[in-house]
């Protein structure tokens, strides 16, 4: 059954701390994407990988924030140095470009709380 | 600017009857209709999709309308089922293969 996986699952961390989240996509999807839900905007997309190039990351305050895809089978999304308002469920969500219209598929998350 | 709104945030119906969730968008570059359901602590996961060629596309119990004049789709679940009970996201695509989210719609079907 494969799946996205994503580490940690909760973090708790203070102001200012590094922040790194993982995930690893479904084996042989191509595309890869980081979310953050919030109570106020619900599912805002944050960066977009393809083929492990960044296609799109202007979701993302690029201040503080940094995604990268090291190899296929990682995508690590930092944030340096967190603040409060960080605080956030991220997802990470892989699919498949190439057969039409592709279905993203999401990992469990890691629930940030920054205090 | 919101271009995708589910302006429902809460639903509530009787396990048997029918659940009908809306979302309006504004774009009309979008060409591709998602919907997702997710329950706590869990990733969203893929329910059904339409594509703007087509106005009604059907899975089991699941239903997805598109009105494209409207700007308006509709996700019908018949009979609904206390599993159901979950939060629905509707989601567009524009170019590039990049989902565009509504705020979700938190349905309750009640045994």
């Avoid at chain 1, 799109?56 to 999304?77: N, V, W």
Wanted: glycine content about 8%.
């Amino acid at each position: 059954d494969a799946r996205v996986t994503q580490t940690p699952r909760h973090k708790v961390t203070e102001m200012g701390q590094e922040v790194t989240m993982r995930c690893q996509p479904i084996l042989g999807h191509n595309t890869v994407f980081w979310y953050r839900q919030t109570m106020m905007q619900g599912l805002e997309l944050l960066a977009y990988f393809r083929n492990r190039a960044p296609l799109d990351d202007s979701g993302m305050p690029k201040d503080r924030f940094s995604a990268e895809m090291p190899d296929a089978t990682l995508a690590t999304l930092k944030i340096q140095p967190s603040e409060p308002r960080d605080s956030a469920v991220y997802f990470c969500a892989s699919g498949l470009n190439g057969q039409g219209a592709e279905t993203q598929y999401f990992g469990p998350g890691t629930r940030l709380l920054v205090l | 600017d919101q271009q995708v709104k589910q302006n429902s945030p809460s639903l509530s119906v009787q396990e048997g009857r029918i659940s009908i969730l809306n979302c309006d968008y504004t774009n009309s570059m979008f060409d591709y209709f998602l919907w997702y359901k997710k329950y706590p602590a869990e990733g969203p996961t893929f329910l059904i999709s339409i594509s703007s060629i087509k106005d009604k596309n059907e899975d089991g119990r699941f239903t997805v309308f598109l009105n494209k004049s409207a700007k308006h789709l509709s996700l019908h679940i018949v009979p609904s089922q206390p599993g159901d009970s979950a939060v629905y996201f509707c989601a567009a695509r524009a170019a590039g293969n990049k989902l565009t989210f509504g705020g979700g719609t938190r349905v309750l079907v009640k045994p």
